[in-house]
């Protein structure tokens, strides 16, 4: 049902201050768990999904994100003749041909929803996916993937959802549902950060989207929400009561909210015991560190 979903928006323009100073001179997108930046973990989820277009919402000082996925022949000469083929192999898989990658400034921090409209003349008249580097999601099959799978059945809006506790409804998109069983439910309203008294259900929208171009034109309007912000959750809403067509999907995978210090570090522990050759090393470390730990 409906067009195949090729194209993927990144906002990446946020300035990261709550990783400051780090993020003083390196875009927070760049930032690595274990040895790979967060902005790699999300393009290879995009690309396991079936996405050839890539689009990045920027701002002013990120040009080392645009860098990161350019060529880097100085280098990759220097791992050939050192006979370093596997990390050689490991930096290709970073570079981006020519074309792939679209960059748009967005000069103002005016929300979410404001960042994807930037897009909107790259993206014209067909589904996209919006992909927020910030949540990083390990899972068997990359949630993105899993998403447009459920998409094809569909078509319309999809977001992904998890629950989360009642007391932290205030820091998400919070859907309205009359009955959440299964993956997959139809979505009756959103609410954007509601007051634990008002919200819902503890179901949150989770940063991956598949979107339809009606949410792009209810964008047009620029109508601010919460937080004085242009909301994406209030155009999604605003399709729900025109078309009625938006779909909760509750993904299978742990998700890291890597916005904040304590989700990157959860991450990097998780990742990093995730990884064969770091492994042993890094849980006799917890386990010395953190006595009594299984």
């Not at 990759?76 to 050689?88: F, P, V, W």
Request: proline share 5%; charged share 25%.
């Amino acid at each position: 049902m409906g067009n195949k979903v090729t194209t993927a928006i990144f906002p990446v323009a946020g300035m990261g201050t709550r990783f400051l100073p780090a993020t003083k001179s390196v875009p927070k997108e760049i930032m690595t768990l274990v040895d790979r930046p967060l902005i790699q973990y999300a393009i290879d989820e995009a690309r396991a999904a079936g996405i050839t277009e890539f689009i990045f919402v920027t701002s002013r000082g990120k040009g080392a994100l645009e860098d990161y996925f350019d060529l880097a022949p100085t280098l990759e000469q220097s791992l050939a003749d050192s006979g370093k083929t596997e990390l050689l192999e490991i930096l290709r898989k970073t570079n981006m041909d020519s074309g792939q990658i679209a960059y748009i400034r967005q000069h103002k921090a005016l929300g979410l929803g404001h960042a994807v409209w930037c897009a909107r003349r790259l993206v014209g008249d067909q589904p996209f996916a919006v992909i927020l580097p910030d949540d990083v999601i390990a899972a068997e099959k990359p949630c993105l993937q899993q998403m447009v799978e459920a998409y094809e059945e569909t078509g319309g809006n999809m977001v992904a959802a998890m629950e989360v506790p009642t007391e932290r409804t205030s820091a998400y998109g919070i859907l309205d549902v009359e009955t959440a069983e299964g993956n997959l439910f139809p979505v009756r309203g959103m609410v954007e950060k509601p007051k634990a008294e008002d919200a819902p259900s503890n179901l949150a929208v989770i940063g991956r989207y598949i979107l339809s171009p009606t949410v792009m034109r209810n964008l047009d309007s620029k109508s601010t929400g919460a937080g004085g912000e242009i909301q994406l959750t209030d155009a999604i809403a605003a399709d729900i009561a025109k078309e009625n067509n938006v779909h909760g999907f509750r993904f299978e995978g742990q998700r890291f909210d890597c916005g904040s210090k304590s989700g990157f570090l959860q991450a990097t522990v998780a990742f990093g015991l995730d990884r064969p050759e770091l492994r042993d090393d890094l849980a006799a470390y917890l386990k010395d560190l953190v006595p009594g730990l299984a």
